[in-house]
């Protein structure tokens, strides 16, 4: 079964998010990821609201966490834990 990442994201910084976000595109394609939403419109009905929605999709439960663990990605969150508040789950399909 596939399996997502759903982020939700304030950004605080743009220009280091902006590393953050080629560091991270680079890695959840390494681990067989590809996005099906990156910004864009969104309206948000309950909780708190974040400017940035995400939604990567990865070939399994076990590719998505990999991915998140991976050395790749973790230099990733060094960009983004200094440049935006962010939630992130992942999540597998039924």
Known sequence: MVAYWIAH???TDEAV???YAKL???AVTKHGGRFLARGGRHVTKEGTDHARNV???FPSFE???GCYDSPEYQEA???ASRSSERHLSIIESV
Do not use: K
Request: hydrophobic letters at 50%; charged letters at 15%; aromatic letters at 12%.
């Open 9 to 11: 994201v304030t950004v």
């Open 17 to 19: 998010y902006g590393d």
């Open 24 to 26: 991270a595109t680079e």
């Open 55 to 57: 939604v990567a999709e």
């Open 63 to 65: 590719a998505a966490v």
């Open 77 to 79: 969150l060094t960009y």
